[in-house]
């Protein structure tokens, strides 16, 4: 068996930040707050295994701790069927960095490598394939072509174990190129044949449904109110549904995904979330990601809570609100748009613009309409965005014209470069770049200083009131920033009323 790379005390090597010994204390103790975060193998039977695993403590000389599981299975071990590696909840502990192990991390979860190729990646980068593999061989424990066949493995196994589709729909639904592949990957990563894996999915899904129906495993606790509550006032007519029952909340909308738009509806279930689907099976890894990262299901409230508690000032808020979630948006376009709409109105009159738009050049989707893509707007022009302010909807068309013409890249993993391109065009300042970091890009330490109301709330705690202060002061909260900045919104008296942004269009 070759050798394992250890997880070492040095800084933002490993997602846990822990030494090898502390490694083996959190697993000892069977510490959840290290599940899905470390990893370990044991030399002696071959598996590797959650630290939450209820199997025997293993000797600690026969254990090698991994950050990521492609790293265990690039050292020659195979999943634990007991604890199930591949069904730990994700980890944010990448999210925050923009280095190059971050950035291709990423893109790969993202499905880089499934779509092009590990040159292509490098080639986004801007490195050569040498490098980037050597890069993320020394931080992660496993190079980008492992990755991605993980990634593969374990979207091939969620769809084995909850549907009932055949294995040959599965192994191309998960990105695979061939049967041979799938089977060689599946006994490298879980030592058995694919049609072992195999259970009766649950719930059963009629016959004459064709709906794709998932459950994606979160941390608890999760505060399900709260994500409720902002998708519900954000809801964009004809966009997205927002239903309320004595279960709790279903939320329906239109996701864009690689193939088709397709119509998601997602609802809250325990420790996990259920999502129905018409997308196109080709993209159920893209849709699990969006989903995963729309509610903010790899947040770990024990980490950004011990972190943001340590400030005598957030303690309290973090105290009543032990399970916040940062929700994004599922289209980082979209929250462009949002976010210019939104300048100076109400979130309920930024809605009713957006619905407007939506209405008049969205796309039909199930009965549903889809956002209108950058194209679709650029050669609308400014003129037919009505109801806004004449300079705000010439901000939306340049901000069109840019992402149509390649001019911005939403899509680019260096969100600082992304930035300063946003920041270059008319109408987009500091405030509505921020918002698109925190709610487009999913930055965990996104904390738009600006924001009108989250200064008001700072004040009212003591807290500078301008922006630059509170900036200077929110440096203590990094790399948990979006989650301090969630916990101030939701501690101001503002809001329990419509709420407006900070920024003038310039």
């Given at each position: ?181 799938f089977n060689d990957v599946m006994r490298r990563e879980f030592g058995a044949p694919p049609s072992s894996l195999r259970r009766a999915p649950a719930p059963t899904v009629p016959s004459a449904d064709q709906a794709l129906v998932l459950r ?246 003591g807290l500078p009131d301008d922006a630059r202060g509170l900036e200077a002061r929110s440096a203590a909260w990094s790399p948990w920033r979006a989650y301090a900045a969630s916990h101030l919104w939701a501690a101001s008296p503002a809001a ?11």
């Open positions: 068996m070759s050798s394992a790379v250890d997880v070492v005390e040095q800084p933002g090597l490993a997602p846990a930040g822990l030494d090898s010994e502390a490694a083996y204390a959190a697993l000892s103790a069977r510490d959840r707050r290290f599940d899905g975060r470390i990893w370990f193998g044991v030399t002696s039977t071959g598996v590797y295994c959650r630290p939450v695993c209820p199997a025997q403590t293993p000797r600690r000389e026969n254990v090698r701790f991994f950050a990521a599981p492609a790293a265990a299975v690039s050292a020659g071990f195979r999943a634990c069927r007991r604890c199930r590696p591949d069904s730990a909840p994700g980890s944010r502990h990448w999210d925050h960095r923009g280095d190059l192990v971050a950035r291709a991390l990423r893109l790969i979860a993202d499905g880089a490598v499934d779509d092009g190729s590990v040159a292509g990646l490098a080639r986004t980068l801007h490195v050569s394939e040498r490098h980037l593999h050597r890069s993320l061989v020394a931080e992660v424990g496993a190079g980008p072509q492992q990755l991605a066949l993980s990634r593969r493995a374990q979207t091939a196994r969620l769809l084995i174990e909850q549907t009932d589709l055949p294995l040959s729909d599965v192994a191309f639904a998960a990105g695979f190129s061939s049967i041979r592949q994606l495993r979160l941390r608890p606790p999760y505060d399900a109110d709260g994500v409720g509550a902002f998708l519900r006032a954000r809801a964009v007519p004809g966009l997205e549904v927002h239903e309320l029952s004595r279960r709790g909340w279903t939320h329906r909308r239109v996701v864009p995904l690689p193939n088709r738009p397709a119509v998601a509806e997602v609802r809250l279930d325990g420790d996990h979330v259920v999502v129905r689907s018409d997308a196109d099976l080709r993209d159920t890894a893209a849709l699990v990601r969006r989903v995963r990262r729309w509610l903010d299901l790899d947040a770990d409230p024990a980490t950004v809570g011990a972190a943001l508690s340590g400030d005598p000032v957030l303690a309290p808020l973090v105290a009543a609100l032990p399970g916040m979630r940062v929700p994004t948006t599922v289209d980082p376009w979209e929250t462009l748009v949002r976010a210019v709409v939104g300048q100076q109105v109400s979130v309920a009159g930024a809605t009713t613009l957006l619905g407007r738009i939506v209405a008049e050049h969205g796309s039909d989707v199930a009965g549903m309409r889809a956002f209108p893509s950058p194209d679709v707007l650029a050669a609308a022009g400014p003129d037919v965005l009505g109801g806004m302010p004449r300079a705000r909807a010439h901000a939306v068309h340049a901000a069109a014209e840019a992402a149509a013409s390649g001019g911005v890249d939403l899509g680019d993993p260096d969100h600082d470069r992304l930035a300063a391109a946003l920041l270059a065009l008319p109408g987009i300042g500091p405030w509505t770049v921020g918002y698109l970091r925190l709610r487009g890009l999913a930055d965990p330490d996104a904390f738009p200083a600006g924001d009108l109301v989250l200064r008001q709330s700072a004040a009212a705690l329990r009323r419509p709420s407006r942004a900070s920024e003038e269009i310039a």
